[in-house]
């Protein structure tokens, strides 16, 4: 999402608790003509306690990365330093999944629990990456998931390599998710369904909700 920003003509900062995923970024960016490395800045930060000395039109947090908050504190400190980060009237988007509590033979046309269905990516130089995730365990308390990543990646001469890490996913519901923006001083502009920005609805596969502060 950065590369794509930064080429578009905005100016951007990433952030990433994980120097070595910055890294690759910054190897990207090495590639790319001086006006849009200018564009953008990466730092190595904590998304409930950063400061960075200025605020932003827009903060956003893409693919699902407020899961990765696994207590209340932690998505209100969250919410706190966006608030802090954003212009009057600037723009919090949070992507997140909708999910579906209901039992999966309750729709008779989904996996089991601890299935997984499998996703194929082509990738670079001729390589392909088939992926999924399994629900391996799930925290009622919590409201966690504890997943299991599976990549297999096939050189272009078919040699295969598969790789695999377990994460813990937190779900927050549209109602809750609602709740704590205005706990944290916002309030809801817009609610989708998908980046295609369709209505938010019951068989929405995406929860994409766009707020500001409350006092703008």
């Not at 090495?30 to 400061?51: G, H, K």
């Not at 000395?53 to 706190?80: H, K, N, S, Y």
């Not at 504890?146 to 050189?155: A, G, R």
């Amino acid at each position: 999402m950065l590369l794509p920003l930064a080429r578009a003509g905005i100016e951007i900062t990433g952030l990433d608790l994980s120097a070595q995923m910055l890294e690759r970024c910054r190897a990207k960016l090495q590639s790319e003509p001086s006006e849009v490395r200018d564009r953008a800045r990466l730092l190595v930060a904590d998304m409930t306690s950063f400061d960075l000395g200025r605020r932003f039109a827009a903060i956003i947090c893409p693919f699902a990365g407020f899961q990765q908050l696994r207590t209340v504190e932690q998505q209100l400190a969250c919410l706190d330093r966006c608030r802090a980060h954003l212009l009057p009237h600037g723009r919090l988007v949070l992507d997140l999944p909708n999910p579906d509590p209901a039992p999966a033979e309750y729709a008779r046309d989904e996996p089991g629990d601890g299935e997984a269905a499998a996703e194929l990516v082509e990738w670079t130089e001729g390589r392909r990456i088939r992926w999924w995730m399994t629900v391996i365990g799930y925290d009622r308390l919590q409201q966690c998931n504890e997943c299991e990543l599976t990549y297999e990646v096939s050189q272009a001469d078919g040699a295969p390599r598969r790789l695999t890490e377990t994460i813990s996913l937190r779900y927050t519901f549209r109602y809750e998710l609602e709740h704590l923006l205005v706990r944290a001083g916002f309030r809801v502009v817009a609610l989708y369904g998908d980046y295609d920005r369709s209505p938010f609805g019951d068989g929405s596969p995406a929860m994409i909700v766009v707020a500001e502060p409350s006092g703008a």
